[in-house]
Each structure stands twice: as C-alpha cells, then as structure tokens.
C-alpha cells in the first residue's frame, strides 16, 4: 500500500476515533492493520519527529509562528527534576465499604410497567 494513502487511513482513524480493525476498506486506505503496522514503524523510525521539525523550520522561514497560541502539554515536556513522591490517600471510612453487589434489604418487587 502506498504511503499517502496508508498516511489517510492513519489520520481517518485518529481523527474519528473508530478502532483500526473497523477502518473501511471501501475507502482505499487499505486494512486497519497496514496501517497500524505502518505508523508503529514511522513512530520507531522517527518519521512524526522528523516531520514536524520541517514543518516549523517551513513556517519560521516564512514568518508564519502565531506564539501566542501556542501551548506546551506537560505530558510532553520532560520535567527538569524530579517532584515529591506521591504519599497514598488515607482513607476516611472507619470500617469496611458497603457491597454494591448486594443489600440486606428485602428483595424488590417485579415493575409494574406494561
């Protein structure tokens, strides 16, 4: 499959969100597994790296970086030191939680919806 059209399965299915084994094959995209196959590959490659420092150093050259909207995700940017170990929750509740499975209350009727 040629990779223009495996890139378009790639984003069809990120942008819709439908799992890859249901990516339409009447769209000539070729099968979902192509094309997870493919984007594991360009992600092991470094093919998305790659590509998006083109496409800043395209924009820079052009004048065309609107930095006030830009956001930095932190999941993405690595922190310069490492913070307090997380100290786990102490629980509020004196004894053990109520089942949700099961109540020890009478059983309740059958509805009476026709």
Known sequence: MPDRQTLCGILFVLHTGIQW???????????????WRRL????????WDQ???????????KNQLDWSRAVIDSSHVRAARRGPKAVPARST?????????????ARASRSRCP
């Open 21 to 35: 084994e249901y990516l339409p094959q009447e769209l000539g995209f070729g099968s979902g597994m192509t094309c």
């Open 40 to 47: 594991a590959a360009w992600n092991e490659a470094g093919v």
């Open 51 to 61: 590509l998006h420092a083109l496409l800043l150093k395209k924009l820079r050259s």
């Open 93 to 105: 509740a004196h004894g053990r939680a109520a089942s949700t499975t099961s109540s020890p209350t």
